[in-house]
């Protein structure tokens, strides 16, 4: 059994802050983690994931995320913010070991970027 | 490459109804997942296709939910009757069939409206 909780449904910061949203997963297997954006009036769009390799993962637009076993976290961050990052991230597991299977989801964090 | 659609982007019906979403995954993509958010919830699994069988459908919530995938191909999600807890955000996804499979595509999702 999988389950993801991010921290915080709501995180507002500056343009040109640090971005820093939570994500912690619980799996019984080996997870595959996944962090996805949606902007307004769009499907979902893959940002990054850890797939066993590396523990710090960079994906597009300046984000990236760590993978810690021991905290069982995988928080995404991104060194400063643009107005552009406004949008709702969800943080996933997949306990796949490489396969195609379900994703569990967290509750999504809603990005404000105030100017 | 064309991404995975879906039709119709939004849909209001009234309870009893009954509404079909139509989702087309990538070309080539052997596996096929729906999934559905709630107002204000999490983004939840409810089926899994690979090419035209069902997988995984443990998270279909009831019987008035039907999905096919014709031919292996794309896929349908038919409601019958509707019912107001059924409005939300239905999202379609696909992924290759392999190791690679556990990264899925996300479609922009079909809002469903129940009044």
């Known amino acids: 059994a999988q389950s993801v909780t991010q921290l915080g449904s709501h995180v507002s910061v500056s343009e040109g802050a640090l971005v820093l949203l939570r994500c912690n997963y619980s799996?019984?297997?080996?997870?595959?983690l996944f962090w996805y954006v949606q902007y307004p009036n769009q499907g979902l769009q893959l940002l990054l994931k850890?797939?066993?390799?590396?523990?710090l993962v960079k994906g597009i637009n300046g984000f990236e995320a760590e993978f810690k076993k021991s905290e069982t976290s995988f928080h995404l961050t991104k060194p400063s913010a643009h107005m552009s990052d406004a949008a709702e991230y969800f943080c996933?597991?997949?306990?796949?070991?490489?396969?195609?299977?379900?994703?569990?989801f967290g509750s999504g964090t809603q990005l404000t970027v105030l100017p | 490459e064309a991404g995975v659609t879906q039709f119709p982007s939004h849909s209001v019906i009234e309870k009893g109804q009954t509404v079909t979403l139509r989702c087309d995954p990538i070309?080539?993509?052997?596996?096929l997942y729906w999934y559905r958010r709630v107002m204000g919830k999490e983004i939840k699994f409810l089926l899994h296709?690979?090419?035209?069988?069902?997988?995984?459908e443990s998270g279909m919530p009831n019987n008035r939910f039907l999905a096919e995938r014709t031919g292996g191909t794309y896929s349908t999600l038919k409601v019958q009757p509707a019912e107001l807890e059924d409005s939300g955000v239905y999202f379609c996804?696909?992924?290759?069939?392999?190791?690679?499979?556990?990264?899925?595509?996300f479609g922009p999702g079909t809002r469903l409206t129940v009044l």
């Open positions: 996804a696909s992924s290759q069939g392999g190791l690679a499979g556990y990264e899925q595509f």
């Open positions: 799996s019984s297997v080996p997870p595959y």
């Open positions: 850890y797939t066993s390799a590396a523990t």
């Open positions: 996933a597991v997949s306990g796949a070991l490489g396969s195609a299977r379900q994703l569990t």
């Open positions: 070309s080539g993509h052997d596996n």
């Open positions: 296709f690979v090419k035209e069988s069902k997988q995984d």
